[in-house]
């Protein structure tokens, strides 16, 4: 009976790491994708300054 428990956890811990992994691989982003969107902001970010400054001063 008890070797019978120590099976089922061994199962459920495969189980558990297995779906760990997957999961794991499945919501990485790589570091092309973050700097790519960094930049897309920060372009954004800059050139709406710009314009904001821009429409002030023209007032």
């Known amino acids: 009976m008890i070797h019978d428990r120590i099976e089922q956890q061994d199962l459920r811990d495969r189980k558990l790491q297995s779906l760990e992994a997957r999961?794991?691989?499945?919501?990485?982003?790589?570091w092309p994708t973050l700097t790519a969107t960094a930049v897309l902001v920060v372009v954004a970010v800059l050139i709406s300054v710009y314009l904001t400054l821009d429409a002030c001063a023209l007032r």
């Open 23 to 30: 999961i794991t691989r499945e919501s990485r982003v790589g």
